[in-house]
């Protein structure tokens, strides 16, 4: 009988050292991240529950304690403040009615569409690419275009930073990998040196850092590409419709566009939607529609999706004074945070940490700072190394600057209640 045999395990960290790691994480966010996820109930005040729900278009939080009342949002991805916007809506809906959810198919089959086609034409024009092709996620993309490129005999040196879709889209090509000391140039070229001239190799970075919000020295990655005879990979995630004129990205930024093999990028940060792209030359573009993975067996974009993305870059074109706005309000809010004395690490984008004594004292600092109506994200392992500790601000075009003194005023009188502003610097490791 069933009764006969021991009791099937039903803890799957047990064996694995690092889910068992992850999971001490894991109790941490439950017992103190008030706000782990959209619409949970909200811990944080004592004798208390309040509901917390996201409108992703505006100030985006409401928090009913006491009733409803407004909650600033510097945890949102919407970059660009694009979504939401009106003409973005009504293209969606247009798109909506013609074509209903789904096109129920693949790319390759019966799954492309008008829109699919003219995104795409938009997206390389818009990067400064020849072609480009999407994905159902970034995710996708870049396991899709890694797994597709590179594969065994290649090299391919990947900054220690880089994002996990990197990782986990490297590990799936089979190809040698060397990691580089992040963003170090004599990391890249120590390795370069001892492989031969004729070797395949990669070199693939982040465009904006996703954890730190620093920059690629993309420049001297060409330069070193350019000597060495290697490929360049930017995954410019979250540099789309955020760095560069009108939020063409890093290589644009740079003016380096010609220089990027494949670009790729998500389309549900600075631009508003979901999915993910790999720009490049019509070869390698071609290359990547009848030969990576995420194109030929997963869905399409929804069409009301594609259509809010074309509108969305349309807007971006056509409206420089967005991306203004969002420099400015990046600019004034790392300013202030490092006159308190806080450390903004190497910040140079709308992505600006605020590095951390301690994990108690992130989870502390964020829950001060929503009882004062601001939303932030706090960021630990194994996003990070662990004595990384942050939280994680992400700033939005929409953002006023009322809204942005209204953050510094709260984080100041925050920090302080912490005694943040007089601990001592960080030790960096790694
Ligand atoms: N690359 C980077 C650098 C990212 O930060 C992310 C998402 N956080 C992705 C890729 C994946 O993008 P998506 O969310 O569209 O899957």
């Known amino acids: 009988t069933r009764n006969a045999f021991p009791e099937k395990n039903r803890n799957l960290a047990v ?11 894991v109790h941490y966010y439950v017992d103190n991240h008030h706000c782990d996820v959209i619409g949970r109930v909200f811990h944080g005040m004592p004798g208390r529950e309040a509901r917390v729900s996201f409108s992703p278009t505006r100030r985006d939080v409401r928090l009913n304690a006491e009733g409803p009342r407004d909650v600033l949002h510097f945890g949102s991805y919407n970059y660009s403040g694009l979504n939401g916007h009106p003409r973005v809506v009504a293209a969606a809906e247009a798109a909506l009615r013609r074509y209903g959810t789904t096109v129920s198919g693949v790319r390759l ?11 795409e034409r938009a997206l390389a024009e818009f990067l400064g690419f020849e072609d480009c092709v999407t994905y159902s996620s970034g995710y996708a993309a870049n396991l899709s275009v890694l797994s597709a490129l590179c594969g065994e005999g290649d090299v391919v040196l990947s900054d220690m ?14 190809a040698d990998i060397r990691t580089y000391r992040h963003k170090s140039l ?13 070797q395949r190799k990669f070199i693939i970075t982040d465009g904006v850092f996703s954890m730190d919000g620093d920059v690629a020295d993309l420049p001297g990655i060409v330069a070193l590409a350019e000597s ?24 644009a930024y740079f003016g380096l566009q010609s220089q990027v093999d494949v670009l790729t990028g998500s389309l549900s940060k600075g631009l508003p939607g979901i999915g993910g792209f790999a720009a490049g030359s019509k070869a390698t573009i071609d290359l990547l529609r009848f030969g990576s993975n995420g194109y030929i067996f997963s869905a399409s974009l929804p069409p009301p999706i594609a259509a809010g993305l074309l509108e969305g870059i349309r807007i971006l074109q056509e409206q420089p004074e967005l991306q203004e706005r969002l420099h400015h309000n990046e600019n004034h809010l790392r300013a202030g945070i490092r006159a308190m ?12 940490p605020i590095l951390m004594p301690a994990y108690e004292k992130t989870f502390e600092l964020t829950r001060l700072l929503h009882l004062e109506g601001i939303y932030v994200n706090p960021v630990g392992y194994p996003a990070v190394s ?18 942005l003194d209204r953050f510094l005023d709260a984080l100041d009188r925050c920090s302080r209640k912490l005694n943040l502003q007089d601990a001592p610097p960080l030790q960096q490791t790694g």
């Open 15 to 25: 064996g694995s050292a690092r889910l068992q790691e992850v999971q001490k994480a």
């Open 109 to 119: 089959l019966n799954g492309t569409c008008e829109l699919h086609l003219e995104l």
């Open 161 to 174: 930073l880089n994002h996990q879709s990197i990782i986990d889209g490297l590990k799936l090509s089979g």
């Open 186 to 198: 004599r990391s890249i070229e120590s390795t370069l040196k001892k492989l031969p001239y004729e």
């Open 228 to 251: 060495y005879n290697a490929f360049i990979l930017v995954d410019d995630a979250h540099a789309t419709a955020a760095m560069g004129p009108n939020g063409r990205g890093t290589p």
């Open 341 to 352: 004395g806080l450390d903004c690490m190497n910040s140079e984008s709308p992505i600006i």
């Open 386 to 403: 662990k004595n990384r500790t942050r939280l994680r601000i992400n700033v939005s075009a929409n953002l006023t600057q009322a809204d």
